[in-house]
């Protein structure tokens, strides 16, 4: 079962390899037990990706986000001072 961090705030505004793989109904299963937090559900190589997998999330391209709406997502990009950039992916389960 991969871990969720949760966090109580968005924040503000990767390392190639293989595609990491989402298990999605555990995912949304930790979510609803934490209901209205933010979890950091995955990290993205681009901006773009991270962007694109919230959108499937708030609009249940996977199966275990339905119905559409009960889930919300963003993408943010986090960057430390003189680090490089990491765009990670947010949701959290609103019913």
Known sequence: MPK???VDTLPGGAA????????HADIA???EAHSTEWGKVAAAKTPAAAYSLAQR?????FQAYEPAGSFEAA????QARGAKPEFHVYTRYVG
């Open 4 to 6: 969720i961090t949760f």
């Open 75 to 78: 993408a943010r990009t986090i």
């Open 29 to 31: 299963t930790q979510l």
């Open 57 to 61: 999330i708030k609009t249940a391209h």
């Open 16 to 23: 190639r390899g293989p595609r990491p793989t989402l298990d």
